[in-house]
């Protein structure tokens, strides 16, 4: 049984939930133990500034940036991760819309029965002002289902026709097919970044934690978790 003391917490954006999933057991092999609590970057933020403790955060880069101004992240130790896109999901073998161009994309929201995106998190923030932009806030937001979570899970069990979140997550839930990004007009891409808490009791192991998220190993685990990520660690 793993010792507490020797555990690392670490508090992840869900855009990083499959990778620090798939490389669990080479951490554990690298005598990196640790238990971690998902959510959106603007869902574990107030927790994080209300004083919950943490030794590793894995947030978008301005949430990092954020609290590293704040003194609550240890100065000099961000690293960038990975990049990713907001894109659309539609329940295993459903028909997939053209979503290629801007009105294309437009026409496929207002002409499904149902659609989901996240309430708090960085592709549900971007996708309400698409809307929005588009004129079509009204429409969309009578059908949709906003919430903190995986969304791709809706589109999973029926529940709605159209997810739309980030690619790393919408690829967390099984029964989806990806029919692709938003166009780049209205595309809006996410740098996820680590740092390691100023009160962490073990700022050492969280750095190697950190390292190993940089190591060419971990690139390949994001490409196939559908983020773009940064260079390893030299």
């Not at 500034?49 to 990092?64: K, N």
């Not at 161009?101 to 971007?126: E, M, N, P, W, Y």
Request: hydrophobic content about 45%.
């Amino acid at each position: 049984m793993t010792d507490p003391r020797f555990t690392l917490r670490v508090m992840s954006t869900l855009g990083l939930q499959g990778v620090v999933t798939e490389m669990t057991p080479m951490l554990t092999r690298r005598g990196l133990d640790f238990s971690a609590t998902y959510g959106a970057t603007n869902v574990l933020t107030p927790r994080i500034m209300a004083g919950e403790a943490a030794d590793v955060l894995i947030l978008t880069d301005t949430g990092i940036e954020a609290l590293m101004q704040r003194g609550t992240v240890a100065s000099g130790s961000r690293r960038d991760l990975a990049r990713s896109g907001i894109g659309l999901a539609v329940k295993s073998g459903a028909a997939k819309p053209d979503i290629g161009t801007v009105d294309a994309f437009k026409q496929a929201i207002l002409a499904a029965r149902s659609v989901a995106f996240s309430k708090s998190g960085a592709s549900g923030v971007h996708f309400a002002e698409v809307i929005r932009q588009l004129g079509i806030a009204d429409q969309v937001n009578a059908k949709a289902r906003v919430f903190d979570g995986v969304v791709g899970e809706l589109a999973a069990n029926g529940e709605v026709e159209i997810a739309v979140q980030q690619v790393s997550e919408l690829k967390l839930v099984p029964g989806i097919d990806i029919v692709g990004l938003l166009p780049d007009a209205l595309q809006k891409i996410t740098v996820f970044s680590a740092g390691v808490m100023a009160k962490s009791t073990r700022p050492a192991a969280a750095g190697l934690l950190i390292a190993a998220l940089a190591t060419p190993e971990a690139m390949g685990t994001m490409r196939r978790q559908g983020l773009e990520p940064f260079g390893p660690v030299r």
